[in-house]
């Protein structure tokens, strides 16, 4: 294998009916993930649920009980990791420790046996996108964490792998670090085209840097899509619940319209007659009575105030509908709201969404 078989255009990634079992615990349960060519996607999901082993098996280091995996259509799974078009970044970077860094970015397309001028071209190459110029010489111990996980992208992108893995490989930096790590991933991601699976448990991280957002649970895919999507549309309400804070009105859905047990509450909606969970966060509530347009302004309701907290940005109101159903809103701080009173709350409709099923 040498590089070149290993590089081209982004890679589309398909994994059907994957199964990884350890003795009695299944890590990964009939999983089924796609990764459109070029996109970056982000996969979340609860400490155990199976990020760690699903990227394990795409990069060749775990052997699935079950199920297909493949790029651009031909199976990787009986190819052994280093002849798979596919790059790996772990939490832990592991450098080797008697090597510069530049031996260390360059050591697969030396065991590939690239020519040392070459290697030395592609090298000074890559130390410039990931910013570590002048680094070259130092040890693996001369670097800050952030810069070893530098060294790690340089390493993983050097063999121009189609697919790029990263298992939470800024979780162990500072936060300011993290956002400046996440923004140069995604600028690697768009100048190499390299389709990518970024697995976090962080949600806003995965929101801020992905297209894409894949969540798992107990080894099986509960949601996903756009950060949008996931945020203002969610398909399910375990998604709903993972990305946030979120208000949940029980009701029915007749005649396109959206209505709440309690008969308050109504939005027009696309979901289906029968029962259904009204869906909207906390900062898309809107006192009636502010700048909001005739249509938003007809969709309010009444609410008694219970408690308001002070937030910095915002106020968190605590309020509850005529039937007793929580509604928490967030408020512009210096927003008339009372405790013990009541006041009445917009619903604007774009910002609402109507699942159906019970609750
Ligand atoms: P985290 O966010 O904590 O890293 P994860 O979502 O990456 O978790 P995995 O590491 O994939 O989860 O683990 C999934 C399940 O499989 C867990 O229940 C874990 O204990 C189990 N597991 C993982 N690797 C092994 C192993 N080598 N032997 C036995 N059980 C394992």
Redesign the pocket.
């Known amino acids: 294998d040498t590089p070149e078989a290993a590089s081209g255009p982004a890679a589309r990634v398909r994994v059907r009916d994957l199964v990884v079992r350890?003795?009695a615990?299944t890590?990964v349960d009939h999983l089924d993930l796609d990764l459109e060519p070029g996109s970056f996607t982000a996969l979340l999901?609860p400490?155990?649920?199976?990020?760690?082993?699903?990227l394990g098996v795409l990069a060749g280091l775990q052997h699935p009980d079950a199920g297909t995996v493949t790029v651009d259509d031909r199976s990787v799974l009986e190819s052994p990791p280093e002849q798979r078009p596919v790059g790996l970044v772990l939490q832990k970077p592991l450098l080797f420790p008697h090597l510069d860094v530049a031996r260390n970015i360059g050591f697969g397309l030396r065991m590939a046996g690239v020519p040392r001028s070459r290697e030395r071209a592609e090298v000074a190459d890559m130390v410039q996108r990931v910013r570590l110029e002048g680094l070259g010489p130092r040890r693996p111990h001369e670097l800050s964490g952030g810069q070893e996980q530098r060294v790690a992208l340089a390493r993983a992108l050097l063999r121009r792998p189609r697919v790029l893995l990263l298992d939470?490989p800024f979780s162990q930096l500072d936060p300011e670090l993290r956002v400046e790590m996440r923004t140069l991933v995604r600028r690697l991601h768009d100048e190499l085209g390299v389709t990518t699976l970024f697995?976090t448990?962080d949600r806003e991280e995965a929101v801020d840097v992905a297209d894409r957002v894949v969540l798992?649970d107990r080894?099986r895919v509960v949601g996903g899509g756009t950060p949008e999507e996931v945020y203002t549309r969610p398909a399910t309400l375990a998604t709903a619940r993972y990305f946030g804070p979120v208000n949940e009105i029980a009701g029915r859905v007749a005649d396109g319209r959206f209505w709440s047990v309690d008969g308050t509450v109504s939005v027009p909606t696309g979901t289906p007659a029968g029962p259904g969970v009204l869906v909207v966060r906390p900062e898309s509530l809107q006192l009636a009575g502010g700048a909001v347009g005739p249509v938003a302004a007809a969709n309010d309701v009444q609410v008694a105030v219970k408690e308001v907290r002070f937030a910095g940005t915002h106020l968190v109101v605590e309020a509850a509908l005529a039937d007793g159903t929580a509604l928490r809103a967030h408020l512009p701080v210096g927003s008339p709201v009372v405790p013990g009173t009541s006041t009445r709350l917009v619903l604007p409709p774009d910002r609402c969404h109507v699942l159906g099923g019970e609750r």
Do not use: D
């Not at 400490?47 to 699903?54: D, F, H, N, W």
């Open positions: 350890f003795g615990t890590a999901g400490s155990g649920c199976g990020k760690s082993t699903t939470e697995v448990h798992l080894g």
